[in-house]
């Protein structure tokens, strides 16, 4: 997938989510339902306004959520990672955060106006707002950076298909995938207005739960096959892992909470998730990934005894012998001054030596390329010569610039034009032009039509080649090259530009 792809589905993605959210809040606003926001206001004998403390606050919140989403993943991220960028970008953050949490400051003042009731004083309940509002600020602007981080490590090993075989760079990319089913998970309780002690605790589980997946797959479950156990033994070694984390897990969860029971509450989802659903999920992906793996060993060594045979098939076929009985023909046409016929063989015998070297090549030299269509051309007016209603001219500039070309572009044109632009009953025209100028080609082929006869198998079918050839133009030359045809009922036009490279 392209980057601009993606970018198009991520702005629509979270444009849809916006305008869903923002209906949802206009159509529950007609039918007026009590929701927990009122219950704790009327609980704390406030007064409390469906517009003032709940639709407003929560429009605010979800186009903040949108707004900065856009900002961070759209301009200030892909610039971030530009040296000649990176100050403005960090700056534009610090003046987002600044403005980001002084906004959700205040909406908390009107959404959780219950909560001044709790403070001794109005400014110590400012401070709590303030000091939650930019806490969401700094939360938000982590997370979506996260996420752009992540997303830019699995564009980069996507595009370096050629690493995904290495177990250090597939190990780096699950990880990746890992840190990305986090953020999600994590972005979606940000969304909920969920509370912070339930972000940890899922960051905590999943990190964990990433650690063991990946440690089982790379060295656990390898180490256990190999020594010929089975499933059960895996299992009591992650459950002994498991444990083990429990330690680490504890004193991090304290760390963000005083109460003891965060960190019960950490745990009692732990262990769970590793043995539940990390332990058999590893254990499942292994086993998948070797029977793959065991297939594309089988397939490698069906296509390697295919390549063989095809070599021993080859190389039954001397191309030498060809070459030397044509040029015993050749001697023998000039021995009996059949000049015409000793010109065609030589120029066939070119033309063979051309298919068999050089056309398998991934560029030549366009100078060689032009010599086959010259001997094929000529080896056509050679057919057509005793036809005086045939015209075939041709404007070929020699080409001495030592351009390359992909072999076989420009010879199913001529090839076409040949095939329903001659015939022997009635007035036909060929014309082909070829030059160059610097490194663009530019080619054209104008020909005759003549409709077949209804009997004719040939009557239904497209040019030789053509749809291959304009297959692998845009294959080969992507946005490096123009292709225009056009077709009457009695003419037929390409005209082809080209932009070569140097022979290098």
Known sequence: MKIKDLAKIEFWIATGLYGFAIILLISNSGERTPNFTEYLMKGANLRYSYISNYLIPELFRFSILYFSFLLLNFCIGPSIFKPNTRVLSILVIIILFLGTGLTTSIIYTYSQAHLFADFPTTDEAYAHFFFKGYTYAAWLILVIMIYIALKK???????????????????????????????????????????????????????????????????????????????KNFFWKILLITIIFCIPLSLIALLFSNRGEMAGIVILFHIP????????????????????????????????????????????????????ALNTLYGTALQENAERTGEGIQMLGDMMRFML????????????????????IALQKLRTSRSPSISIETQIDEQINNQQIAPMLLIPFVENAFKHGISLQQPSHIKITLQTKGNTLYFDVHNSIHIKPDNDPEKLKSGIGLKNVEQRLEHLYPNRHELIIRESAKEFFIHLTLQLTGNN
């Open 153 to 231: 490590l699995i564009v980069y090993f996507r595009e370096n298909e050629t690493s995904k075989y290495d177990p250090a760079s597939r190990m780096k990319l699950e990880a990746v995938f890992g840190g990305a089913f986090w953020f999600v998970g994590l972005l979606f309780l940000i969304a909920t207005s969920s509370p912070f002690e339930v972000m940890v605790c899922w960051t905590l589980v999943i990190c964990a739960a990433v650690f063991i997946v990946i440690y089982s797959l790379y060295y656990l479950i390898p180490e256990v096959k190999t020594s010929g156990r089975t499933f």
């Open 273 to 324: 998730t590793q043995i539940i659903i990390s332990a058999p999920l590893s254990w499942y992906i292994y086993k998948k990934r070797r029977e793959s793996n065991a297939e594309l060993t089988t397939l490698k060594t069906e296509l390697d005894k295919s390549d063989a045979s095809l070599s021993f098939l080859r190389s039954q076929i001397n191309p030498h012998f060809l070459f030397n």
């Open 357 to 376: 070297q050089e056309n398998m090549q991934e560029k030549i030299s366009l100078t060689r390329d032009v010599d086959y269509l010259n001997n094929y």
